[in-house]
């Protein structure tokens, strides 16, 4: 689902026809890091306890760290299958199937890093 709001806000912001040096200069991960910062304040703005909006933003903030963690080993450190699913076994997720997906996701879309970076930017 964050794939598709990602194209959706790029095919926003083209729309509105920029200033050319926003369209040359290339800001890995801002539009993701944006979306991502805003789905962890969205939490609590839903009608939740303060402490089930911490605990669901937590979540989510470990998940994407394990994502980006994955994501360095698979690309900079050149992990195989095994590899990742040894990697997420230590955090208790044994699955292979799941490891596999999640592998193969990261392969492809190799920019979660970079959206972890942008995150921690923003909110600093």
């Not at 040359?24 to 839903?46: D, H, K, P």
């Not at 939740?48 to 690309?75: C, E, R």
Request: net charge neutral.
């Amino acid at each position: 689902m964050r794939g598709i709001r990602d194209i959706c806000t790029r095919q926003s912001f083209e729309s509105t026809d920029p200033d050319p040096v926003r369209s040359i200069l290339n800001f890995g991960g801002y539009v993701e890091g944006w979306a991502t910062y805003a789905e962890m304040c969205s939490y609590y703005l839903m009608p939740l306890s303060k402490t089930q909006a911490a605990i669901l933003q937590k979540n989510s903030s470990v998940i994407l760290a394990l994502y980006a963690l994955a994501d360095m080993g698979i690309h900079y450190e050149g992990w195989s299958r095994m590899d990742t699913v040894e990697f997420y076994a230590k955090y208790g997720i044994k699955d292979a199937e799941t490891v596999d997906k999640i592998y193969n996701l990261i392969r492809i879309a190799g920019k979660l890093f970079e959206i972890l970076y942008r995150i921690c930017k923003i909110s600093s």
